[in-house]
């Protein structure tokens, strides 16, 4: 086992990131307030480790070691974890997540995370004060909201650069029209070779007669 | 002559009878910067160390846990908000001054109303049989003058199927750990106690007696010697503290 120091020191500084947060979101700590006493289970795949995530009041802690009573053991890995809580149509399914125990305090999660809306200005005003930290709140967002565009698209700005510029790849019709052409092809020749193998036991059978 | 029994205060052999005066005389002095020096002495991670203590104690809203040589009341504090106002905390510590300091400070945080600080003594517990769920000592058993008495009296007041978890300075893993730990304990520890507490000589003491400490497989030995069940014992920060567990069969 590893030491427990080092786990310690990661699950309270985990601890004290998600609470901080929560400091300046109030309508998410009313929220997990419905959910106190709920206990969270996460056994991550990758990166390895092992948690749980228990709702005291408005606070999440986060703990290495509980002996009381599980709500819900989620399985999975982190990024797979991190999208479920943040899309609420995501399945666990699609994502390989596995769920045991009751499927209700996921869902809640679900529906908190997706309505979070952690107000940064607040600690940033402690520091700076109200007009620089509006200023940089706002440069911050537009980056943000031109970032989160910009990896939106960039998947298909990808792809047709690589097929209509460069032509390195076909165009996506013609690949997709190839790959049905190829299915198809696959589906005939299993069925080919059904027939012969159908035909083979028949010649089989009179030679032995 | 009659031969008189003694006892190490440090690495001094004293008679048994004066351990718990001179012990005293320690606490009453650092009392008041008890926690700075902790912080600085540990760099923080002692509350890493009471963190994972706090989570194997498995304590539950409506317990009963006792929590001796609390001193300043580290332990209580988290203890109070787990158990909640149908559980009880005490907080036990058999010197005044580090008593008194641990409740107000406990009061100026707003703990209160499940916590009932008790002068006691770890050897002669003042509780009735089978009262506790969990017992707790922290930094406390290297300076009771008979361990295993003491251990007996714990498990005496904790009920069939409470928990005794006993943190304490340890015997580092590693030779080198060790080295290096045996530098800063005996060089700069009573260096920094002379500059932050103006009192190197309780603080060479703090280092002597964690030295005279039983190792952990000694300890756990004396745990089960005194009844536990199920000892056993997690190593921190490579053995330079370790927590003991037994079970009260």
């Keep these: 086992m590893s030491d427990p120091t080092y786990r310690a020191g990661f699950d309270a500084a985990l601890e004290t990131a998600i609470n901080t947060a929560l400091q300046y979101d109030p309508t998410t700590r009313a929220r997990l307030q419905g959910l106190d006493g709920k206990v969270m289970a996460l056994n991550l795949t990758a990166p390895k480790l092992q948690c749980c995530l228990c709702i005291e009041g408005d606070q999440v802690r986060v703990r290495q070691h509980w002996e009381g009573d599980v709500t819900t053991s989620v399985s999975g890995s982190a990024i797979a974890f991190m999208?479920?809580?943040?899309?609420?149509?995501?399945?666990?399914?699609?994502?390989?997540?596995?769920?045991?125990g009751s499927s209700a305090l996921l869902a809640e999660l679900q529906w908190i995370m997706s309505d979070l809306d952690i107000d940064w200005e607040a600690p940033l005003a402690q520091l700076v004060g109200d007009i620089p930290a509006h200023s940089i709140g706002s440069v911050l967002r537009s980056a943000s909201s031109w970032l989160s565009a910009s990896l939106s698209r960039a998947p298909v700005a990808a792809a047709e650069t690589i097929s209509e510029e460069w032509q390195l790849t076909p165009p996506q019709a013609q690949f997709e029209a190839f790959a049905?052409?190829?299915?198809?092809?696959?589906?005939?020749?299993?069925?080919?070779?059904?027939?012969?193998?159908?035909?083979?036991?028949?010649?089989?059978?009179?030679?032995?007669? | 002559m009659k031969d008189r029994k003694t006892t190490h205060f440090g690495y001094q052999e004293v008679p048994v009878e004066e351990k718990a005066?001179?012990?005293?005389?320690?606490?009453?002095?650092?009392?008041?910067?008890?926690?700075?020096?902790?912080?600085?002495?540990?760099?923080?991670?002692?509350?890493?160390?009471?963190?994972?203590?706090?989570?194997?104690?498995?304590?539950?809203?409506?317990?009963?846990?006792?929590?001796?040589?609390g001193g300043t009341g580290d332990l209580t504090a988290r203890f109070s908000r787990i158990v909640g106002a149908s559980g009880q905390v005490v907080l036990a510590d058999i010197n005044e001054s580090m008593l008194r300091v641990g409740r107000d400070r406990l009061l100026d945080r707003g703990v209160a109303g499940n916590v009932v600080p008790v002068q006691a003594d770890a050897q002669y517990l003042p509780f009735p049989d089978n009262t506790f769920d969990c017992?707790?000592?922290?930094?406390?058993?290297?300076?009771?003058?008979?361990?295993?008495?003491?251990?007996?009296?714990?498990?005496?007041?904790?009920?069939?199927?409470?928990?005794?978890?006993?943190?304490?300075?340890?015997k580092p893993e590693s030779k080198l750990l060790e080295k290096v730990y045996d530098q800063y304990s005996f060089r700069l520890l009573p260096f920094m106690g002379k500059l932050v507490a103006n009192d190197a000589d309780s603080y060479r003491y703090l280092a002597e007696s964690i030295r005279m400490h039983p190792d952990q497989e000694t300890l756990k030995q004396m745990m089960a010697d005194a009844g536990f069940v199920d000892c056993e014992y997690h190593n921190m920060t490579g053995g330079i503290v370790a927590l003991h567990r037994g079970i009260k069969p």
């Design chain 1, 83 to 100: 999208r479920l809580l943040k899309d609420p149509d995501a399945t666990p399914a699609a994502l390989g997540v596995s769920i045991s």
């Design chain 1, 180 to 209: 049905d052409d190829l299915a198809e092809l696959s589906l005939a020749t299993e069925r080919l070779e059904a027939r012969v193998r159908l035909l083979q036991e028949q010649f089989s059978r009179r030679e032995a007669e």
């Design chain 2, 21 to 69: 005066g001179r012990v005293a005389e320690v606490f009453h002095s650092v009392a008041a910067r008890y926690d700075v020096m902790n912080d600085l002495m540990s760099g923080g991670i002692h509350r890493l160390w009471k963190r994972f203590t706090i989570e194997l104690s498995g304590a539950r809203p409506g317990q009963h846990i006792l929590d001796i040589a």
């Design chain 2, 135 to 170: 017992i707790t000592i922290a930094f406390g058993l290297r300076n009771v003058t008979d361990k295993d008495l003491a251990l007996r009296s714990m498990l005496r007041v904790l009920k069939p199927g409470g928990r005794l978890l006993v943190l304490e300075f340890s």
